[in-house]
């Protein structure tokens, strides 16, 4: 049996998120996500874990205030949905969905939408795996991701993309540009420090965009607002490691390769 627990106010001090909780150099962005899960939490947002030292969790929230360009009212929007190594096919995944299933129907929503890759995006959920738990693809975006729904009703309305990710970022800028939040752990120092560093090795002029607000986030020209990539105004990817100097050229070069 899956032994699950919500993180709350009262416990989320004492508790572990999954992500970065033994990484001295995150220790920053950790209680940045924190802080970002204390003041969510006040919105109904939900972060349901696994009772043990693992990356085993799910994150939803009322999709009307979620940090995601998505209009769609009535629905739960799932973000981070994570079960890794050895937690693997035993059933956590299901068990942890379908908590959210239960949530959304007891609160009379329509049901779960999120986004993800059309192909698979690095961080991002498996979306063959949700496409096998009967979500189906309402929309998808030139940069690849698909917004994808399960409905409790036929009748519930297709949520959508706003159109800040359906038309390219005008002016375009030059360079790399950044656009990140607080919702991950891992950003606060990807960002700040090894990309800082790997842009200025390559002399690449580097813009960040820091989403501090929902109102931000839902005017980011990606769905992906905890990290996303651009060069020169064309989309690169969802992958942090890409900040990393030993894994910059191949990313970068794979993505405009596949471009």
């Not at 001090?13 to 995150?26: G, P, Y």
């Not at 993800?116 to 991701?145: A, C, I, N």
């Not at 960002?191 to 800082?196: A, G, I, K, M, P």
């Amino acid at each position: 049996m899956c032994n699950f627990i919500k993180l709350h106010p009262d416990n989320i001090d004492s508790e572990h998120i999954c992500c970065a909780f033994s990484d001295k150099k995150c220790a920053q962005g950790y209680q940045m996500k924190k802080d970002w899960l204390k003041a969510e939490f006040q919105k109904g947002y939900v972060f349901r874990r696994l009772d043990a030292r693992a990356k085993v969790f799910l994150e939803y929230g009322p999709a009307e205030s979620a940090w995601v360009p998505v209009d769609a009212p009535g629905y739960l929007l799932m973000n981070c949905f994570w079960v890794s190594g050895q937690y693997k096919g035993k059933g956590h995944a299901k068990a942890l969905l379908q908590s959210a299933l239960d949530d959304a129907a007891q609160h009379g929503k329509h049901g779960l939408v999120t986004v993800v890759g059309t192909p698979k995006y690095t961080f991002m959920s498996d979306t063959k795996w949700l496409l096998r738990q009967g979500f189906h693809e309402v929309e998808s975006t030139r940069d690849g991701f698909s917004l994808l729904v399960r409905k409790l009703h036929d009748d519930a309305p297709d949520p959508t993309f706003l159109p800040v990710v359906k038309q390219p970022p005008v002016p375009v800028r030059s360079g790399l540009t950044v656009y990140y939040s607080n919702r991950c752990p891992f950003t606060e120092y990807y960002v700040r420090e090894e990309l800082t560093k790997a842009a200025g090795n390559r002399e690449l002029a580097l813009d960040i965009v820091h989403l501090t607000t929902m109102e931000q986030a839902r005017s980011a020209p990606s769905p992906a607002t905890i990290f996303s990539l651009f060069l020169d105004g064309r989309f690169i990817t969802t992958d942090v490691s890409v900040c990393l100097d030993n894994r910059f050229d191949n990313i970068i070069n794979k993505a405009l390769k596949n471009s």
